[in-house]
């Protein structure tokens, strides 16, 4: 059964630093995400992406975050100056289309740690 | 706004006997319902979803839940839990009327089935 991956299972970066999280979603699937969860705390919506544009944001998501689709296969979330706070597990989900599926399929996540 | 509560951070039940995980929401419009699972270092993996038709759906694993409109509720349930179901278990909603398709999270209910 295909499945969405993500690298590194766990980054460990020091604060200021530049990450760069990786996902492949599945290969037919045209909408992807990002949620991040605080340890403890709820799984939170990140940033939606389709057609090779945010569709959607949230208020977390701001000016240090950056998300790309470099090829056909790759979708990664970039945080440019890290903060302590943005040590959380980060998920990937993918969707097969906007409209006719309505469920996400999720990666196992990457734990980022920032010191 | 949508939101989910999931009042119980953890469940215990024996194995053989029904399980119910517990799930409000609240959204402005319709909602789209779906439960998560998550094993230990393991993405969610979709278990079921109601969209719109029979309040009762049937998922994976044995799983089923109860879509209850004038409760706002979609309650998991399981007639007879198995050692396996042992997990972490979210509920999430998407408003139709959202403009996005970001999933909002409960907090999430640990499910631990003992023999």
């Known amino acids: 059964e295909p499945e969405v991956t993500q690298t590194p299972s766990h980054q460990v970066t020091q604060m200021g630093q530049e990450v760069i999280l990786r996902c492949v979603p599945i290969s037919n699937h045209l909408y992807f995400y990002w949620y991040r969860q605080i340890l403890g705390q709820k799984v939170e919506f990140l940033v939606s992406f389709y057609n090779n544009e945010i569709s959607e944001k949230s208020e977390i998501f701001d000016d240090q975050f950056s998300v790309e689709r470099p090829d056909g296969s790759n979708f990664t979330l970039k945080i440019r100056s890290t903060k302590l706070e943005d040590s959380a597990m980060y998920f990937c989900?993918?969707?097969?289309?906007?409209?006719?599926?309505?469920?996400?399929?999720f990666g196992p996540g990457t734990r980022l740690t920032v010191t | 706004a949508q939101s989910v509560a999931q009042p119980e951070d953890q469940v215990n039940v024996a194995e053989g006997n029904p399980l119910t995980v517990k799930c409000t929401y609240s959204v402005s419009g319709n909602p789209y319902l779906f439960w998560y699972v998550q094993y230990p270092n393991r993405g969610l993996q979709f278990l079921l979803k109601?969209?719109?038709?029979?309040?009762l759906v049937k998922g994976s694993y044995g799983f089923e839940a109860e879509f209850n409109k004038s409760q706002t509720s979609f309650h998991l349930k399981k007639p007879s839990a198995l050692v396996s179901d042992s997990a972490l278990y979210f509920c999430?909603?998407?408003?139709?009327?959202?403009?996005?398709?970001?999933?909002?999270f409960g907090g999430g209910t640990r499910v631990l089935v003992k023999p």
């Open positions: 999430a909603v998407r408003d139709i009327k959202a403009a996005g398709n970001k999933l909002t």
């Open positions: 989900a993918s969707k097969e289309d906007p409209g006719q599926t309505y469920e996400q399929y």
């Open positions: 109601y969209i719109t038709g029979d309040n």
